[in-house]
């Protein structure tokens, strides 16, 4: 079975500054992680994937995430934060590459203050 | 990338009506689509999944009866919310899956009055 555990269901940062949204997953077969962004009444468009490739992983707008197994983490950065960034992020686990069935953790709400 | 169309976008109705939202893939064919519910501030929860030409997979918890799924075709997959109540307003997102990849609707809100 999987869970995923976002820390922080809001988290605020000035423009320009790092962001920092963190996901911890449980996993009892090696996991495939997921990050999501969903804007305002709109569905979820993907931004990184891991699927046991390289632990960094790049995605588009400018994140990454880096898979650390020994933390049981995969949290989502960028080093400079836009206005545009503004939105509610997923990560979510599945338990093999294409599986049907993605869990996903409670969303993060992120602020830009300008 | 694939899109996938989901109809409509925002619907109010009163309770006791029955609600039909449509979920289609525009440029390719899915044999399974997913159905999620999701509540305010929390995460989407996956209601069943899709299958076309056989009955859908239901979550624990969920009840079959009063969320009807049909997959008539490779297309189309449709979620009836039966004898709507209020505590069935939510938003609701429907998904399938296109070479490995997982491609999202733009959700339904419905609001049961």
């Known amino acids: 079975a999987q869970s995923v555990t976002q820390l922080g269901s809001h988290v605020s940062v000035s423009e320009g500054a790092l962001v920092l949204l963190r996901c911890n997953y449980s996993?009892?077969?090696?996991?495939?992680l997921f990050w999501y962004v969903q804007y305002p009444n709109q569905g979820l468009q993907l931004l990184l994937k891991?699927?046991?490739?390289?632990?960094l992983v790049k995605g588009i707008n400018g994140f990454e995430a880096e898979f650390k197994k020994s933390e049981t983490s995969f949290h989502l950065t960028k080093p400079s934060a836009h206005m545009s960034d503004a939105a509610e992020y997923f990560c979510?686990?599945?338990?093999?590459?294409?599986?049907?069935?993605?869990?996903f953790g409670q969303g993060t709400r992120l602020t830009i203050n300008p | 990338g694939a899109v996938v169309s989901q109809h409509p976008s925002r619907v109010i109705c009163k309770s006791g009506t029955s609600v039909k939202i449509e979920c289609r893939s525009l440029?390719?064919?899915?044999?399974?689509m997913f159905w999620y519910r999701q509540f305010p501030k929390k995460s989407l929860m996956l209601m069943a999944t899709?299958?076309?030409?056989?009955?859908?997979?239901?979550e624990q918890g969920v009840e079959k009866d009063k969320f009807l799924i049909n997959h008539a075709s490779l297309t189309l997959s449709t979620l009836t919310v039966t004898s709507a109540h209020p505590e069935d307003s939510s938003f609701y997102i429907c998904?399938?899956?296109?070479?490995?990849?997982?491609?999202f609707g733009s959700g339904t809100q419905l609001s049961v009055l």
């Open positions: 998904s399938a899956r296109d070479l490995g990849k997982l491609f």
């Open positions: 996993s009892s077969v090696p996991p495939y």
């Open positions: 891991y699927t046991s490739a390289a632990t």
């Open positions: 979510a686990v599945a338990g093999i590459q294409g599986a049907q069935k993605l869990v």
């Open positions: 440029d390719f064919q899915a044999t399974t």
């Open positions: 899709s299958n076309e030409g056989s009955k859908a997979t239901y």
